[in-house]
């Protein structure tokens, strides 16, 4: 019997290749462990993804209230009108359907023209294009109707979705800032608190088989969104409204070219009661221009829709969002003598505050002549009517005492070398000299406020420390943050960043401060009967700037023997009559601080002789909560009584604006049900309450 011989060849080979199955068997072995172990997770989600389909949950966004609990910030539902283009391109007879789609949504949808709907509708590959973005319920019901009288379910569609609104339009608009398209913050409070109003989306997951119908088996879970926190401001709409009036007339009557702004603060704890930025824009309508940019991109004389009008707007745009009170730095001017004041007292206690200096009109300083705002000088002057009549050889000649040292430390200790710490985006931050190279030329233009920027925000934050005796406070907008739930998520406490003066040297500049408003001082112009109000104000160059342009501004607090509040009020490139701050800024302080004051339940107490000559003029307390109403008229010493029930005002018996005597008037307020309000009314005391 024969027997087969194998070779050694094909035995090495048949080796081979089983030690290449086994190796083949062992990889595949291990990738299968890797993915039935370590990629079990993403495989798992890749086939539920495939039979199953997420449907968003959208979170409802958090609301934003002011401090009495009045909503700036909300939601509010409209309607989406979107068509399919694809499937009425897939149509038989699509010309017809586009045709009759196109007329029916312009007839029913206004604000569209046929010609964009067939624009839309030629967009073939697309599965949905929108129509109309937001319309109002009662267009959303029309096109409904319209889809039902015509049969089209399949080709045009209404979505109800929910879009931020804002009730006051105007109000707080740089403060508050807006969101985008997608709900997310985009400037001001809706981005910095973004995190906390965005909420968490859910969704609602289905079963599909291949085709994308559901299951005869049914599978779904739910997974509820979490909506966005509450949060609560320092704001008050009232004192607000009553800041962003003035500055509107502010803005007109000084043709200011670079827009105005202003804060109001508690000077005791650093809350923001009010901040403004003029001109506004409407925050549910963020991305149309006003009235002013409008004009200035008209005046550029572009062609509509060219590169450079697309930029120009743009640019134009940003600038109108911007919050200047926070954003931009410039030269404080004859404010900040206040602070060179303070650092002067309290480093050298034994300054007499009638000691006299000399005031020629001019001061020189190593080889430089330095003048005073007064050509021909104030002449014999004291330390303390130095202050009052904003006497720049005086502030040279005391900080020449104080030295550069002890000056650039009180400079920073003020806050003016770092920001505030505000919770809002984009704060500015100063530009001072370097402290090596401050010189004693440096010293004197500083020492009235020229050759350095600070930001207004800065600069409020500092005279507040003079106003609370002390102590730098950090400023800030949002009080509280509360979940769906009512909990309390988050809470400022006061924070002190330290102590710059002492209370006795805060007093004497308080003192000193109001003696110049109430008497002759360049800051009588902020004057409010019956409050002493301690103020300065200031009118600073832009230096480098061909067109003399100028810097008017104020500051103050009140009232000056007790300070609760302090405000500030910058107008740029004031145009139209005087440049100076006394007037272009501090009567509109003191027409701010009259209206809050009173509101605030700060008492006036008038001398005899204000009392005979003060005129108060009456505004619309309609809509006013009694107790508020009570609250303000009681401080402000008008003689006024109630007549009706009810806890709301509906009636009063002067009429707005009218100017009175406290003396010798009374008002009446009838007090009626809030049902018996108008909605339609449009002042500012009506709406807030």
Request: charged share 20%; glycine share 8%.
């Amino acid at each position: 019997m024969n027997r087969l011989s194998v070779s050694r060849r094909t035995i090495q080979r048949s080796s081979v290749m089983a030690l290449l199955v086994l190796l083949a068997f062992l990889l595949l072995s291990v990738r299968i462990f890797c993915i039935q172990v370590f990629d079990f997770f993403r495989y798992q989600k890749k086939v539920i993804d495939q039979l199953t389909t997420e449907s968003p949950v959208r979170a409802a966004r958090g609301e934003i209230l002011d401090v009495a609990g009045r909503v700036l910030a909300t939601n509010r539902t409209v309607y989406r009108i979107s068509v399919f283009p694809s499937l009425i391109n897939g149509a038989e007879d699509k010309e017809r359907l586009k045709s009759v789609i196109a007329e029916g949504l312009t007839q029913t949808i206004e604000g569209i023209t046929q010609e964009k709907v067939l624009d839309h509708l030629s967009h073939i590959h697309e599965l949905e294009r929108t129509v109309a973005a937001a319309v109002d319920v009662e267009t959303a019901n029309a096109v409904l109707e319209w889809i039902h009288q015509n049969n089209l379910y399949d080709q045009v569609a209404v979505e109800a979705i929910n879009t931020r609104y804002y009730p006051y339009g105007d109000l707080a608009a740089h403060l508050l800032g807006f969101t985008g398209s997608d709900g997310q913050g985009l400037y001001g409070l809706e981005l910095q608190y973004n995190s906390y109003l965005a909420g968490e989306n859910g969704s609602y997951i289905t079963a599909r088989d291949s085709t994308g119908n559901e299951l005869p088996v049914p599978y779904e879970n739910y997974i509820p969104a979490v909506d966005g926190c509450t949060v609560q401001t320092t704001i008050d709409a009232y004192i607000q409204a009553v800041l962003e009036e003035q500055l509107e007339r502010t803005l007109i009557e000084s043709g200011a070219a670079n827009r105005v702004c202003g804060i109001v603060m508690d000077v005791n704890s650093g809350a923001i009661l009010a901040m403004a930025t003029g001109p506004s824009f409407d925050l549910n309508d963020p991305f149309s221009l006003n009235e002013s940019a409008v004009n200035e991109l008209r005046a550029l004389g572009y062609e509509m829709g060219s590169d450079d009008y697309k930029a120009a707007k743009n640019r134009l745009l940003l600038e109108t969002w911007s919050n200047k009170a926070v954003t931009e730095i410039y030269m404080p001017g004859s404010t900040f003598k206040a602070l060179t004041c303070s650092a002067v007292l309290e480093e050298n206690k034994v300054i007499d505050l009638d000691e006299r200096f000399f005031c020629s009109g001019a001061h020189q300083v190593a080889d430089r002549i330095i003048h005073c705002h007064k050509k021909g000088g104030h002449g014999s002057i004291t330390f303390r009517e130095g202050l009052q009549n904003s006497c720049n050889p005086v502030m040279m000649t005391i900080a020449a005492r104080l030295g550069c040292d002890a000056f650039y430390e009180y400079v920073k200790s003020f806050g003016m070398l770092e920001k505030t710490g505000i919770d809002l985006p984009g704060e500015g931050n100063s530009i001072f000299h370097a402290a090596s190279n401050f010189t004693e030329l440096d010293l004197a233009t500083a020492s009235f406020g020229q050759n350095f920027k600070v930001s207004i925000l800065q600069m409020i934050t500092a005279i507040s420390a003079i106003a609370n005796g002390g102590e730098l406070l950090t400023p800030y907008v949002v009080h509280r943050v509360t979940d769906a739930d009512g909990n309390v998520v988050y809470e400022h406490e006061k924070t002190v960043r330290r102590n710059v003066i002492s209370d006795e040297t805060a007093r004497t500049i308080a003192d000193i401060l109001a003696g110049g408003v109430a008497g002759d001082g360049g800051a009588k112009n902020a004057y409010v009967a019956g409050y002493r109000v301690a103020a300065k104000t200031g009118t600073s160059e832009k230096i480098g700037d061909d067109r003399n342009a100028r810097i008017g501004s104020c500051v103050a607090f009140a009232p000056a023997d007790d300070p609760q509040v302090a405000i500030i009020i910058v107008v740029d490139e004031p145009t139209d009559g005087s440049k100076y701050g006394s007037v272009v800024a501090a009567p509109y302080v003191a027409d701010t601080l009259e209206r809050i004051l009173p509101y605030m339940g700060i008492e006036a107490i008038y001398t005899d002789e204000e009392r005979e000559q003060i005129t108060f003029r009456v505004p619309d307390f309609v809509g006013w909560n009694a107790e508020d109403a009570n609250r303000m008229l009681a401080a402000s010493g008008l003689r006024f009584s109630f007549q009706g029930v009810g806890d709301t005002v509906v009636e009063q018996s002067i009429a707005v604006g009218t100017l009175i005597s406290p003396a010798k008037e009374e008002i009446v307020l009838i007090l009626g049900d809030r049902s018996l309000l108008s909605t339609t009314n449009g002042s500012y005391e009506r709406k807030l309450e």
